[in-house]
């Protein structure tokens, strides 16, 4: 069974603080998604990492694929409370399977 | 271009219904994929249907099943409901490429309570 794990599960920051977000799994995955879900609404995408070692930037938002294409990474600096949300990573394998990660949810106080 | 909208937004069953929830797929796209979302948890897949035909499923029983209409619309019917059945359901449409990796934009959900 593929899993993903995700960490830390909550996480309550200041505005202005730096924090990161690890998605480990012990299968090997094409390529990655990460995704923000907000109350009442469905996950939005927010990038796809296909390649080992890739690192992709969004503005404030750090994406991180690891060599083995197991793990990845979320930073995000200098958290503003719009960043609030649930964030998702996704393994794909496959053409149609994705396998969600467990969530993190974030809190950015004002 | 309209996005995916499911219905209805809430829905309350008694153990043993059957309740069919319904989604509308984003304009253009002909695959759709359901996945269930328990409280504090990511989703899990259930089934993708590509063009009217199951394309792949996960790990749930038969009394999760689906449709998807020539319109790329799609249902999704649970038999025997279950408490456990309790979840956010959600859909999500893309259009499927050959050898293209397509991005999936999912509805808002459809939140079912089993009682």
């Known amino acids: 069974t593929q899993l993903l794990e995700q960490s830390p599960q909550f996480l309550s920051i200041q505005e202005g603080e730096n924090l990161t977000v690890y998605c480990n799994s012990s299968?090997?995955?094409?390529?990655l998604q990460w995704y923000r879900q907000e109350p009442g609404e469905g996950p939005v995408l927010l990038v796809t990492?296909?390649?080992?070692?890739e690192v992709k930037k969004l503005k404030r938002l750090t994406f991180q694929f690891g060599d083995a294409r197991k793990d990845s990474s979320l930073h995000i600096t200098a958290a503003q409370p719009g960043d609030t949300g649930l964030y998702l990573c996704?393994?794909?394998?496959?053409?149609?399977?994705?396998?969600f990660g467990t969530g993190t949810r974030l809190k950015v106080l004002a | 271009e309209t996005g995916v909208t499911q219905s209805p937004t809430h829905l309350i069953k008694t153990r043993g219904q059957q309740v069919t929830l319904r989604c509308s797929s984003q304009?253009?796209?002909?695959?759709v994929s359901w996945y269930q979302q328990a409280l504090g948890q990511g989703p899990q897949f259930i089934f993708q249907?590509?063009?009217?035909?199951?394309?792949g499923r996960g790990n749930f029983p038969p009394r999760f099943s689906g449709l998807q209409f020539p319109n790329y619309s799609s249902e999704l019917n649970v038999n025997a409901l279950e408490l456990d059945d309790s979840a956010l359901y959600l859909c999500?449409?893309?259009?499927?490429?050959?050898?293209?990796?397509?991005?999936?934009?999912f509805g808002p959900g459809t939140r079912l309570t089993v009682l």
């Open positions: 999500a449409s893309s259009l499927e490429l050959a050898g293209g990796l397509d991005t999936q934009y």
């Open positions: 299968s090997v995955f094409s390529s």
């Open positions: 990492v296909v390649t080992g070692g």
């Open positions: 996704a393994g794909i394998s496959g053409t149609y399977k994705y396998i």
């Open positions: 304009s253009g796209h002909n695959t």
């Open positions: 249907y590509y063009r009217e035909e199951e394309n």
